[in-house]
């Protein structure tokens, strides 16, 4: 997994949280998106 340093991670907060105060509906697409992403990588992990 990529380091991200502290400067891109707080640009890249920023950025989201803009568009979910944009775009509320936003919020449960990227946390759905999220949870699938982490359930995967988490199968993975395990099958390994």
Known sequence: MPK???L???ILSI???ILVI???GLLAWI???YLIVIG???IIAVAK
Request: aromatic share 6%; no cysteine.
């Open 4 to 6: 991200v340093s502290g």
């Open 8 to 10: 891109a991670m707080g």
């Open 15 to 17: 950025l989201a949280g």
């Open 22 to 24: 944009w775009m509320p």
């Open 31 to 33: 946390v759905g998106i």
């Open 40 to 42: 995967i990588l988490a």
